[in-house]
C-alpha cells in the first residue's frame, strides 16, 4: 500500500522528524553530563574513604587514662573536626565538638553520644555517615592516646 503525502503533510513530517532529532540530541548531552557527574562523585567518595582509611587509630586503653580534659584535631580534605574528650574515673564522661566543618561531619555526630554511653572509642558508625565516623574515632583516640598526652606534657612545660 503506497501513501501519497500532500505537500504540507511533507512538511509537517520534516518538523515532527526535526523535534525528534533535537529530542535525540539533548537527551544524549544530559546523559553525557549525568555520567561525567556521577563518575566524579563517585571518584570523590572513594579518596574520602582511601583518606578515612589511612587516619591514625590508636589503641587506647581507658583504663591507663588519666581523669582530664583531652584535646585532638583531625583536619582531612573533607572534613576539620576538634574535640575535647572529659574523662573521669576512667570513663568518657562528656566529648565537646570544638570545630566541625566539611562532609559527613554533623550527620556523624551521633557516634559522640555511642561513644559515651558504651564507654568505647570504637563503636558502629553512623549509618549514612561512616566516613565521617571514622574521622570521629580517629580524633577521640588521638585525644586519649599516650603519645598525644606527652606531646601536650611538653607543650605545656614551655609555656
Known amino acids: ?35 561525567m557527574v556521577s563518575g566524579f562523585l563517585i571518584h570523590r567518595h572513594r579518596a574520602y574513604i582511601t583518606e578515612a582509611m589511612h587516619l591514625p587509630f590508636h589503641d587506647v586503653n581507658l583504663q591507663e587514662v588519666e581523669d582530664g580534659l583531652y584535646s585532638a584535631k583531625t583536619y582531612t580534605s573533607f572534613l ?18 570544638i570545630e566541625n566543618a566539611g562532609y559527613d561531619g554533623e550527620t556523624a555526630r551521633p557516634i559522640i553520644n555511642k561513644m559515651i554511653e558504651e564507654n568505647k572509642i570504637v563503636v558502629p558508625a553512623v549509618k549514612g555517615a561512616e566516613i565521617g565516623s571514622m574521622v570521629y574515632i580517629s580524633c577521640v583516640s588521638t585525644a586519649l592516646s599516650p603519645q598525644t598526652k606527652s606531646e601536650n606534657e611538653g607543650q605545656n612545660a614551655e609555656d
Open 1 to 35: 500500500m503506497h501513501y501519497i503525502l500532500y505537500e504540507s503533510e511533507k512538511d509537517e513530517v520534516k518538523m515532527v522528524q526535526k523535534k525528534a532529532s533535537a529530542s535525540i540530541h539533548w537527551l544524549a548531552i544530559l546523559t553525557i553530563i549525568f555520567v
Open 80 to 97: 576539620h573536626l576538634q574535640l575535647e574528650v572529659t574523662v573521669k574515673d576512667h570513663v568518657i564522661t562528656d566529648i565537646k565538638v
